[in-house]
Structure formats: C-alpha cells, structure tokens
C-alpha cells in the first residue's frame, strides 16, 4: 500500500522548504501549507502525518489541530514544531490532540527519527484495534473496528489518545495502571510526555463519559482505574 503523504503546516518558507527537501529525501511525499486555514483546505486522505507549527500569522496550530479532531473527527498523527516549550504549551499541545512535540531550533535527524516512529506508532494502533470484538462495560460500548465509544447507545467523541487510554483501563477492568506504564504503552519514542499529559487526557475523557465518570477512579499515589462497580479508589473531577 502507498504511504500516504506528510503534509507540512509554516508560514516560514524556508522550513517548509528544509522539512520537504529532507523528507523527500528519506523517501516520504510532502505537501505544503504556509497556514493552518491552507492546511485545513489541502488535508485529505491521502495524508498520513501532519508537522504543524504552532505559532502562525491568523489560525494557530492547537486550533487547527482541536478543528482536525473536533470537527473533522480525524486521527491523523501531529506532530507540533514550536520554540515554544513550556509545561503548559505542551499540555495545551497534547490536549489539542498533538501526538508528539519537536522543538526549534530542530535537527533534521531529530525530525525524520519522530516522524518515523509516530507513523509507526499510528500504524501498530491501527491494526491493533482491528482484531477483538467490542468491550461493554456497564453502559459504555467501546466499538474497536471502528474506534468509536457509545454511552447508552449516544456517540461519546474522543480524541484518538483519549479512546486508546479508555481502551487500554477498560480492557482490564480493575487493574490499576500508573502513569508511567500508560506513557510507555500509549506514548512510546515521545520523550517530552509528562505525567501531568496523563491526567489532562483522563479528565477531559471523564468529562465526556457524564454521569459514567464514576468508571474510571484514580488509586492516590499508584494510577488510574476502570471499574463498572467500584476500584476502591478516589474519584477526582479536578484532577
């Protein structure tokens, strides 16, 4: 199968034009958007990857990456080039759906090893969740095929990490799981998550299950769990 292309999102001309080139090089097909309005006209699905700066003249990069899920319902990877490298950039990046963070000033080498690992990463997700019959838990229906999740039959949207980490607590109910090991097995060759990415995805998927929040507690000092009836655990909206 064709792999699909990478398209880059600047509206400085000479990264664009570094990225492609190298991209190229290494054998991927690029396209070009000097804006996150272009982008969002030029994105389709013949691209398997997005580079997206952050800071832009007009729309930013976190909103079209919240346009991208949100409103597209896409899960195309993202990858956010920024000088910026704040906690709080980053978190806004992750929460926006970004899957991995590239600083500038970049290495090439650097970008072409992330981009690599995240298209690989996206692939393994892909084929995994292809293979098992649907979870029912309580009244959440976790569809895999097609990566979607029912509460009491209604559509409950979530972000590509947001559905993998319910997938990945409610597979196993009342097995709790630290931080650490969701990064490790949901973020791997993503250096820059934190802890706190973790417990960002967790409450915006809680905010969205309703009144099913009750689901998945938080084990102070040890992770988070899923459980229909009760992991022992703490419930925390503010978390």
């Known amino acids: 199968m064709e792999q699909g292309k990478i398209l880059i999102v600047d509206d400085e001309a000479d990264i ?4 492609q080139f190298n991209l190229e090089n290494a054998g991927y097909g690029t396209d070009c958007a000097a804006s996150a309005e272009e982008a969002l006209d030029i994105l389709g699905p013949r691209h398997s990857l997005i580079l997206l700066d952050v800071m832009m003249d007009g729309m930013s990069g976190f909103r079209m990456a919240e346009i991208v899920r949100k409103e597209r319902n896409s899960q195309i990877p993202i990858i956010f080039l920024t000088a910026r490298s704040a906690e709080n950039d980053l978190l806004t990046g992750f929460s926006a759906g970004g899957d991995d963070y590239i600083g500038k000033p970049f290495s090439i080498h650097e970008v072409l090893a992330r981009v690599k690992a995240v298209i ?4 393994g997700a892909a084929a995994a969740v292809q293979e098992t019959e649907p979870v029912v838990a309580g009244h959440l229906r976790i569809d895999i095929t097609g990566k979607m999740v029912y509460s009491d039959g209604a559509a409950v949207l979530l972000s590509k990490k947001e559905f993998e ?3 990945m607590l409610a597979s196993h109910p009342g097995r709790v799981y630290s ?3 969701i990064i490790g097995e949901l973020w791997k060759d993503a250096p820059y998550v934190l802890d706190r990415t973790v417990d960002v995805h967790i409450a915006r998927i809680r905010n969205k299950l309703g009144e099913y929040k009750k689901y998945i507690t938080n084990r102070s000092g040890y992770g988070y769990c899923f459980n229909v009836t009760d992991c022992d655990g703490e419930e925390k909206d503010n978390i």
């Open 16 to 19: 664009r034009e570094i990225l």
């Open 120 to 123: 690989k990463r996206s692939a």
């Open 165 to 167: 980490i319910l997938y």
């Open 179 to 181: 931080r650490e090991e």
